[in-house]
T-cell receptor, first 114, second 108 residues
Framework: NAGVMQNPRHLVRRRGQEARLRCSPM?????VYWYRQLPEEGLKFMVY????????ESGMPKERFSAEFPKEGPSILRIQQVVRGDSAAYFC????????????FGPGTRLTVL | QKEVEQNSGPLSVPEGAIASLNCTYS??????FFWYRQYSGKSPELIMS????GDKEDGRFTAQLNKASQYVSLLIRDSQPSDSATYLC????????FGKGTMLLVSP
């Protein structure tokens, strides 16, 4: 499967726990983007990463949220001390980073905070 | 605040008709425009991209862009019930900004 992969597909956490969401970009892509989609809301940009670099994190909440894309392995979106308002679908997209910037989405992780 | 506006719908069309989906955007410097289709509970799927004024056709889909009016549209010809989904307009500035989407319902 050469598409964008995300895991887990569903994640349940209790308030105060940590959530780790993983994303492996499409083969040949080195640019990763994370989005959050709340019920009845549009997709909201969170962060844009290349290998070992955060390019744009203007959409990330200032506290509790962090992201990385290490030299080896998947990109990880980490949410510390989750609250009920963090319940959402989190999508990862990847691109080649070329001028067209076509982004292709993974299946998403549905996070539920109890 | 960069905004992308879409009518939430639902837009209801009969099978075989043309569905017309519209989108306006606020950031004049935007250069790249995309349409995504999202089925309920699924992830967005890229169906069209357009970068210059005019029309771009791909199968039953035609994207239209008018940068002067800050307007982009998607036409779906010969609509099928399987086209029933939410269509997201996305505009590339420094980041990709999405509209909230228009729900399309195609009735058999």
């Amino acid at each position: 499967n050469a598409g964008v992969m995300q895991n887990p597909r569903h994640l349940v956490r209790r308030r105060g726990q940590e959530a780790r969401l993983r994303c492996s970009p499409m083969k040949g892509h080195s640019h990763v983007y994370w989005y959050r989609q709340l019920p009845e809301e549009g997709l909201k940009f969170m962060v844009y990463l290349q290998k070992e670099n955060i390019i744009d994190e203007s959409g990330m909440p200032k506290e509790r949220f962090s992201a990385e894309f290490p030299k080896e392995g998947p990109s990880i979106l980490r949410i510390q001390q989750v609250v009920r308002g963090d319940s959402a679908a989190y999508f990862c997209a990847s691109s080649t980073g070329g001028a067209d910037n076509e982004q292709f989405f993974g299946p998403g992780t549905r996070l539920t905070v109890l | 605040q960069k905004e992308v506006e879409q009518n939430s719908g639902p837009l209801s069309v009969p099978e075989g008709a043309i569905a017309s989906l519209n989108c306006t955007y606020s950031d004049r410097v935007s250069q790249s425009f995309f349409w995504y289709r999202q089925y309920s509970g699924k992830s967005p799927e890229l169906i069209m991209s357009i970068y210059s004024n005019g029309d771009k056709e791909d199968g039953r889909f035609t994207a239209q862009l008018n940068k002067a009016s800050q307007y982009v549209s998607l036409l779906i010809r010969d609509s099928q019930p399987s086209d029933s989904a939410t269509y997201l307009c996305a505009v590339k500035g420094s980041t990709l900004t999405f509209g909230k989407g228009t729900m399309l319902l195609v009735s058999p």
